[in-house]
Each structure stands twice: as structure tokens, then as C-alpha cells.
């Protein structure tokens, strides 16, 4: 649709029908770009990592606009819901104006707009403004009034934007999102786009617990543990370093790079899973850098025989240190 949503100051534009408004963050992508721009900073000017607690002292709308321009993240390097996205195109096709409404600063949101080519609005943050919450009411309730618009989120930021709107579409919601809006709003006025991978589902797929297996060979209950620990996170620090290889060539995706399981969730796993052992068993530090390379090396490899190579270097390297 070429005829674009305009809005003077202080004067609201009416539009039949009604516009769908979607979030970006948890809801037309499955990530969060601010976590996504923080793991391409740390892959490109890791030097910068340590001026993050200075950007954050000026505040979060101040660093999401310092990433955008120090960071070299694309619009397709995300990885977007599909099915929502595929809903938006249908009701785009039908004469509906959609709007893009997100916490992600303006520059970002409106590269990821010109890339979909769908939306006739993009609504996002600046140094000074974080659009999420009441901020996003505020300025959706300016264009648009109340009931004057559907939309759809994911987290409890956009509570209050849903009980402005006239249907609230549920995304993939965090805990406890579904459960709180359904005390608020009449069940007629909702509509839910459910997980095609439950949380719990995705956690034991980022484990790998069928690798654990080779990990029987040692007869100390305690070695056992922290290797099973350590070859989990080192397998989801391989998807973090993979991760965008992964959404732009024709790898195996992890459940990290299709978005069913959060960056932070990958940050702590293979941060927690892989320092752990090393406190009780120093001399597995040896073969972090080992373990690593091979898995990453592998990756391209078909999914039988990476693991059968893997499986078979995890192995020969307990028989040598540890048996």
C-alpha cells in the first residue's frame, strides 16, 4: 500500500479499517534487537563491551542509539516469527495499515520497515525516549484513540497498550503475560499466537542431554557432572558464536538462532554450564579451546556425522586425561 499514515501535530488520523499496530521485540521477531546488537558488538568491537556501563548511565533510549550506530546489525540477521509475519502480509493485502510500534530505536526499526516493505508507520525510540509501555500508549492513543487500533506484543510492557486497543493479539507472551491480560480483558477481545516450541521443549534441545552419554566412561560421579555441564556450554557458546552463520546459510539452526529460547538465556547457560566445572576441575580448562574449535569446525558438516565426530574427539580426550 503506497498511501502512507501521516499525522500533524496534535491531530489525529482517522483510518477505516482499523490499523494493526505490532511490537518488534518477542512479537514480529523472536529475539530482542537490543540483545542481538550487544552480541554483534561483542563478535565486531569487543572493546566496546566495557563502555556499555557508561551508555547505560545515560540510559537505556542513549545505548540502544549507540549501538545502532556502533553495531553492524542487519535486518537479516534477525530471525522473525513467520506466522505473525505471514498474518501482517495477509491483512496488508487486504487494505490494512500496519503500523510498527517498538521499544527498538527509530533508525533500526525503520531499516527493518524498508527491508519487510509492509508497514505505512514506524513508531520507535530516540537517545531521549523509550517507546515501550505507557510512552507507546501515549503516542498510539494520539494517532489513533481508544479502540482505534488492534495490536500486537508479547511481554507486560505492552499491557498498557492493550487495554487501549480494541483486540489484543498475545505472541509467543512471557510468563504470567496471557494469564494477567485475561484478567483484563474480555476473552472476545483477545487473540493468542501460541509457541510451536514450549520453553521447556527448546531448554532440553539447547543441552544436547544425548551427548551426556559419552560422558559414562568416567567412573567419578562428580567428573561426570561437569563434563555433562561443560559440553552444554560449550555447545551453546558454539551456537552464540555460530549464531548468524547459522540464520544466513544452510546450517543446522540451533534453538538460539531460530529464536525459541532468548540471547540471555544463551549468555547465562553457557557462561553458568562452562565456568562450573572448571572451579572443581581446573585441568578441563585444556580442552574448552579444543572442544570449541571442533564444534564450530564441524557445523557445516551433516548432522550424523558432526556428532559422530564430535563425539569421537570428546572421547579419545577423556581415555587420554581423565581414564
Known amino acids: 500500500m503506497e498511501q502512507a499514515i501521516a499525522r500533524s501535530c496534535g491531530t489525529r488520523v482517522l483510518l477505516k479499517p482499523l490499523p494493526l499496530v505490532l511490537d518488534l521485540d518477542g512479537t514480529l521477531i523472536r529475539t530482542d534487537t537490543f540483545h542481538e546488537m550487544i552480541l554483534r558488538l561483542f563478535y565486531k568491537k569487543p572493546w566496546l563491551i566495557l563502555a556499555l556501563p557508561f551508555w547505560f548511565l545515560r540510559g537505556r533510549p542513549f545505548t540502544k542509539a549507540r549501538l545502532v550506530r556502533e553495531t553492524d546489525l542487519t535486518p537479516l540477521h534477525l530471525a522473525y516469527n513467520k506466522l505473525l509475519l505471514a498474518f501482517a ?35 520507535g525510540s530516540d537517545e531521549h525516549v523509550n517507546m515501550t509501555g505507557l510512552t507507546k500508549q501515549k503516542a498510539l492513543l494520539e494517532r489513533f484513540g481508544v479502540e482505534g487500533f488492534d495490536y500486537a506484543g508479547d511481554s507486560h510492557k505492552d499491557i498498557p497498550v492493550w487495554q487501549v486497543a480494541r483486540i489484543a493479539l498475545v505472541v509467543h507472551p512471557k510468563w504470567g503475560v496471557l494469564k494477567r491480560i485475561k484478567a483484563l480483558r474480555d476473552v472476545s477481545a483477545l487473540s493468542y499466537f501460541p509457541r510451536e516450541k514450549s520453553r521447556l521443549h527448546a531448554f532440553f534441545l539447547a543441552l544436547r542431554p544425548l551427548f551426556w552419554i559419552c560422558n559414562g566412561v568416567v567412573s567419578s560421579p562428580l567428573l561426570f ?27 543446522k539452526k540451533s534453538v538460539f538462532a531460530e529464536g525459541h529460547l532468548h540471547l ?5 547457560l553457557a557462561f553458568l554450564l562452562t565456568l562450573s566445572p572448571l572451579i572443581f576441575f581446573p585441568t578441563l580448562l585444556f580442552y574448552v579451546p579444543v572442544f570449541m574449535t571442533a564444534d564450530v569446525a564441524t557445523r557445516r558438516l551433516s548432522q550424523p556425522l558432526r556428532w559422530c565426530l564430535l563425539s569421537l574427539l570428546h572421547l579419545l580426550s577423556l581415555y587420554l586425561f581423565f581414564i
Open 264 to 268: 540471555t538465556t544463551a549468555f547465562s
Open 89 to 123: 502480509k495477509e491483512e496488508g493485502r487486504a487494505g490494512r495499515p500496519l503500523v510498527l510500534a517498538t521499544g527498538t530505536n527509530q533508525q533500526f526499526a525503520l531499516k527493518i520497515a524498508n527491508h519487510l516493505g509492509i508497514f505505512q508507520d514506524v513508531i
Open 225 to 251: 557432572i561437569a563434563l555433562c555441564f561443560l559440553t552444554s556450554g560449550l555447545l551453546i557458546g558454539g551456537d552464540l558464536v555460530m549464531l548468524y552463520k547459522e540464520r544466513s546459510d544452510s546450517f
